[in-house]
């Protein structure tokens, strides 16, 4: 892999035109948009197949800050020790925090659950999970970094 790497950004910048680097980059941009319209098709056929219930919503909705928070964690552990190496804005654990999105991987994952009596619950977790992160987090993480960077 890290030859392909290597040889791929060598190859890029050495043997093609910036002609041809902007066709292939739209190419993949192409393919990366329809297979992520089509994993969110699929994704939108699966939620006809869930059953909602008034506690799985509750349990998804406590789920929310639960993953939030142990992905500040993650991330300011790490921060905090590259702070010895490399500056870092104040807010930049913030700023990675609320910018952690989560989509079509975690809901795959999810649905690839054997049959178990949790598998629903958990279905419908990470469900209402990624569809916080999408629209609240994923709406909002403009204004956040703005306003950090003013601050």
């Known amino acids: 892999m890290v030859s392909g790497l290597l040889i791929g950004n060598h190859g890029r910048r050495l043997a093609m ?3 041809t680097r902007e066709y292939l980059d739209t190419f993949w941009e192409l393919i990366d948009e329809l297979l992520n319209a089509v994993l969110f098709v699929l994704i939108g056929l699966e939620v006809l197949a869930l059953t909602f219930k008034p506690e799985y919503l509750e349990v998804g909705l406590i789920a929310i ?3 939030l928070f142990a992905r500040f964690v993650s991330v300011s552990l790490p921060v905090q020790t590259f702070r010895l190496f490399q500056e870092f804005t104040d807010r930049a654990t913030l700023i990675l925090t609320w910018g952690g999105l989560r989509g079509g991987i975690s809901v795959a994952m999810a649905l690839s659950l054997p049959p ?3 598998r629903d619950v958990l279905i419908t977790m990470t469900y209402i999970v990624v569809v916080f ?3 609240v987090q994923g709406l909002t993480i403009e204004r956040l970094v703005r306003a ?3 601050a």
């Open 17 to 19: 035109s910036e002609t």
């Open 65 to 67: 800050p639960l993953v």
């Open 116 to 118: 178990s009596p949790y």
């Open 133 to 135: 992160s999408i629209l």
């Open 148 to 150: 950090s960077s003013r």
